[in-house]
Structure formats: structure tokens, C-alpha cells
């Protein structure tokens, strides 16, 4: 008779020695990580009262005092739902209601779909330049400013001090940094990015007051930046290490770009061609760099 069981013992022993394979591979294999959730909402550590909201890859600071809450972009632009999400999450917190909504610049995508904040009664403050910009073009899905902002404003409420400042010219030419002295910490939106690169942001931008208002943001009295994006790795606050960082990777795009426009370089030779490995593991990178540079090649190739 054939020898089935010595054929059902191959077979167990193959299984015993091929299961065991599978399990220390599983055990072996690193953990899959979960899905970042589409938005939510974290209190910055060390507070008591200061928090950001995210939605997708954008993000908000918000305030919440005995007296109401300081609220800052609704972040709608191209995704209505967020700021209803944003204004619900914020009910979550407290059941004080929405004072202020500060719009950190006047770019659609931080800073559209704030109706929301308005029907519940809230007031929207930016720079004056903001202002002149959003009414000339009056965006259906942007609420216009009722207060302006020239260098300097101060919010107070329910015993905390929110500052604005203008620093100038950067990524846009009404950027307001919001600082909350007590906590030192700042929200700035796009001219000081946490450890990724600008990319479409550097359209319109003014690259030569943009590095002055860098070193103006250094000398200011904080220890963390809520970015307008995510900080990288990891969703991180920023710190003046980081704006260093980025003011240098400006000025060393300028300086190549500068010696490269003046040797008649400028645009194409210069975008397929000029790399910066100092910066290739910053995320962003090959997206943003063409933009980068081709801003810099109007400024030294052009003279705008």
C-alpha cells in the first residue's frame, strides 16, 4: 500500500515550517500606519487655551477665551465643507461664540468660505492691502474684511492679547503675523514654511523684501510658528532654526539664479537644469523648485 501517512506527515511538516515562515514575516513586516484622518483638531501643548485646526494639508489657529474665541482662515477654497467643520469643531471646545476671524493673507485657498463665521455673528479683520484686494475682486466665496490693519493692531479678549503685525513684503503684500505674547507663540501662513518647499506660493511673491521680513520674523519674541501647512516631519511646530533654514534656501536660489540671469541663462536653461541637493530631501522639492525658480529668473532676468 502507497505510504499516505508518511506523505500527510511531509505535508505537515512542510506546513508547520512554511506557517512559521509567514508568521515571523508578518512579525517582521512594520506595522502599516493609519490613515491621517481628513481633519481634526489638537490643543498645542503647554496651553491652556490655543489650538489648530487642520483640514486636508491646511491649517488654522484658533483662541478660546472666557469671552469668545479668536478664529483665524476658514480654509474653504475648493472645499466648502471645511469651514462649517472648522466652526463645529470649535463647538466641541467651548460654547463661546466666534468674536474674531483674522485672515493671515488674502490667498482664496487659507482664507475663502467664511460665511459661515458670519451668519454666527463673527468679525473679520486683515491688512488693509487685503482688504483693497478682496473688494476690487470680490470672491462670492471670500467674506470682505470689516476692520483693517495697518502695521500694527492688538486684540483683546477675555484676558488674552492677540498682536498683528505687518512685516512687509513676502509672499503676498498683506501677510499678517498673529502673536500671542503670554504663550510665544505665532501663527504665520506660507512666508515661513516648517521644513517643506514653496512651490505655486512664489507667483506673486517679492523675493528681495521677503528675505528682510524673515530676518523681522527672527527678531520677534517667540518660540513656536503654527504654520499655515503642516510642519515636516510629522505635522510639527515650527522655530526660528526653521525660518533660518528657509531664508537660507532663498538666498542661495538667488545667488545662483543671479550669476546664472547675468550670463543669459534665464528662463528655460535654468529651470531644466539648475538643482540644489542641499535641499532634494525637503518634501516638495521636485514640484516646487521649477516655481522657485522661475521667480527668481523675473527677478534677476528681468528685473521683476
Known sequence: MPRIPCLFAGAALT????????????QAAPAAKPARPTFETTKVEGTDNVYIFRYQNSQSMFVVTGDGVIATDPIGYGRPQAPMTYLEEIRKVTSQPVKYVIYSHN???????GK???????????????????TAVQDPHTVIPDETVDDRATIRLGG?????????????????????????????VDFAPVGSMPGRGMIDSHPLEWED?????????????????????????????????????????????????????????????????????????????????????????RGT
Not at 490667498?107 to 475663502?112: E, S, V
Not at 459661515?116 to 478682496?134: C, I, T
Open 213 to 301: 521680513s524673515l530676518k523681522k520674523l527672527m527678531a520677534m519674541d517667540w518660540e513656536r510658528l503654527i504654520p499655515g501647512h503642516p510642519g515636516q516631519p510629522g505635522g510639527r511646530l515650527g522655530t526660528k532654526q526653521d525660518v533660518q533654514n528657509f531664508l537660507t534656501l532663498l538666498q542661495d536660489v538667488s545667488s545662483e539664479v543671479r550669476i546664472a540671469a547675468r550670463e543669459g541663462k534665464c528662463w528655460d536653461r535654468v529651470e531644466k537644469d539648475m538643482k540644489f541637493p542641499k535641499y532634494a530631501s525637503w518634501p516638495g522639492y521636485e514640484s516646487g523648485l521649477p516655481f522657485i525658480l522661475r521667480r527668481y529668473c523675473a527677478l534677476w532676468g
Open 15 to 26: 506546513a508547520v515550517v512554511l506557517g512559521g515562515w509567514a508568521q515571523a514575516q508578518q
Open 160 to 188: 488674552t492679547v492677540l498682536e498683528l503685525t505687518y512685516l512687509g513684503l513676502n509672499h503676498s503684500d498683506n501677510s499678517l503675523v498673529m502673536r500671542l505674547p503670554k504663550e510665544k507663540i505665532i501663527f504665520a
Open 116 to 134: 459661515p463665521f458670519k451668519d454666527a455673528g463673527a468679525k473679520f479683520v486683515a491688512h488693509k492691502k487685503a482688504w483693497e484686494r478682496l
Open 107 to 113: 490667498h482664496f485657498d487659507h482664507i475663502a468660505g
